[in-house]
T-cell receptor
Framework: DAGITQSPRYKITETGRQVTLMCHQTWSHSYMFWYRQDLGHGLRLIYY???????DKGEVPDGYVVSRSKTENFPLTLESATRSQTSVYFC?????????????FGPGTRLTVT | DQQVKQNSPSLSVQEGRISILNCDYT??????FLWYKKYPAEGPTFLISISSIKDKNEDGRFTVFLNKSAKHLSLHIVPSQPGDSAVYFC?????????FGAGTRLTVKP
């Protein structure tokens, strides 16, 4: 079925570990985004990508690494997880950039760092 | 600093009545505003939007009002239905930037 998927849906990891969250979209949208959702903050943009091999920082990029070797995939890596990175992570895609009229969100990954 | 604020974390309304969700922003560069709706364990989905050149946009039971001078927008749902119970996020966008509010949890009681 078409759409945007994220894996895993739930992840528990320890402080200092590397963890990668996966995002896959089937719409061939140029832009993909990673957000984190925290109580009291809403959704905050971590990184976005305009196309394969083109990425840019968002509002809260520190501690995260992204890559985009294929248009349909946009993995997010926490190289050394910290407790402050406990959050719900949403991937999104759109035809246009961060100011896009509409973005289409995946179901989210709930990450807990112990 | 939060450029988009939703000051009411929650709102409870009786079925059939009007729900009014509010949102304030600080950056005058924002020129497009959106509302997203989010159910538990799902991602946000787009609901309705408005350009800064308009002051009202209507789509069925949903109407968004924009007051540029006050930097304020609101979402009206009439009549409210139990299926509208969700978290609503306000978002404001400018070129290469989109900011979200913290969300308002709406509960519509039967």
């Amino acid at each position: 079925d078409a759409g945007i998927t994220q894996s895993p849906r739930y992840k528990i990891t320890e402080t200092g570990r590397q963890v990668t969250l996966m995002c896959h979209q089937t719409w061939s949208h140029s832009y993909m985004f990673w957000y984190r959702q925290d109580l009291g903050h809403g959704l905050r943009l971590i990184y976005y990508s305009a196309a394969a091999d083109i990425t840019d920082k968002g509002e809260v990029p520190d501690g995260y690494v992204v890559s985009r070797s294929k248009t349909e995939n946009f993995p997010l890596t926490l190289e050394s997880a910290t407790r402050s990175q406990t959050s719900v992570y949403f991937c999104a895609s759109s035809r246009k950039g961060p100011g896009s009229r509409e973005q289409y969100f995946g179901p989210g990954t709930r990450l807990t760092v112990t | 600093d939060q450029q988009v604020k939703q000051n009411s974390p929650s709102l409870s309304v009786q079925e059939g009545r009007i729900s009014i969700l509010n949102c304030d922003y600080t950056n005058s560069m924002f020129d497009y505003f959106l509302w997203y709706k989010k159910y538990p364990a799902e991602g946000p989905t787009f609901l309705i939007s408005i350009s800064s050149i308009k002051d009202k946009n209507e789509d069925g039971r949903f109407t968004v009002f924009l007051n540029k001078s006050a930097k304020h927008l609101s979402l009206h749902i009439v009549p409210s239905q139990p299926g509208d119970s969700a978290v609503y996020f306000c978002a404001a966008s400018a070129t290469n930037d989109m900011r979200f509010g913290a969300g308002t949890r709406l509960t519509v009681k039967p």
